[in-house]
């Protein structure tokens, strides 16, 4: 007696028990970041950094066909990294959630946010693959006015890998964004203005 189901009931039972493999999500997350910031002379500003949730969920990712596919968590590094980069820029820095007041008087908020990730595979298989991070930096008064603005594009290269890659792209655009602000004719006048 030949029973007609049992050939399709395997290739249901095949299906199934290839489906989780084939839905697999792999996660890249940076190494441990050691920006070198300059020594020099802080901007003089008292400064709330504004870490939003929009910064903290930041990542980048690209889908397969079969489900899974590829993310870059950045946002829980590139809120870590902020207070630290804030700190060595700026007097004094007093950190805010999402646009809260601040728990002291300050000048100015600073708000980062990613406004691009990306990865620039290398043509050949021992071609090194870069990754882009762009951050906007916004620079508003209590009001929220707009004082400066500015984006800085960070790259990261080596042939250690996207961890790798990430790492240095982070730690690029931190040191980048410390140059840009330090040589900001605008954020200079600012200083002046409040504190002739």
Not at 77 to 102: C, H, K, W, Y
């Amino acid at each position: 007696m030949k029973r007609p189901h049992l050939g399709s009931y395997l290739r249901t039972l095949l299906l199934v028990g290839l489906l989780p493999l084939a839905s697999c999500t792999t996660t890249i997350k940076p190494g441990a970041r050691d920006t070198h910031y300059a020594a020099g002379e802080k901007i003089h500003l008292k400064l709330a950094l504004n870490l939003t949730d929009e910064l903290r969920n930041a990542k980048w990712e690209q889908r397969a066909l079969t489900g899974g596919g590829t993310v870059m968590a950045v946002g829980p590094a590139l809120t870590q990294d902020a207070p630290q980069f804030a700190r060595s820029t700026f007097m004094e820095v007093v950190e805010i959630n999402n646009g809260s007041s601040p728990s002291k008087p300050v000048d100015a908020t600073l708000t980062p946010k990613m406004a691009f990730i990306g990865i620039d595979y290398g043509q050949t298989m021992f071609s090194n693959d870069t990754i882009t991070i762009k951050l906007e930096w916004t620079l508003a008064d209590q009001a929220g006015n707009v004082l400066w603005a500015d984006t800085v594009t960070g790259k990261g290269v080596s042939k250690g890998g996207f961890a790798k890659d990430l790492k240095l792209a982070l730690e690029d655009v931190f040191r980048k964004s410390q140059d840009t602000m330090l040589s900001s004719q605008a954020i200079q006048q600012l200083v002046a203005k409040k504190y002739p």
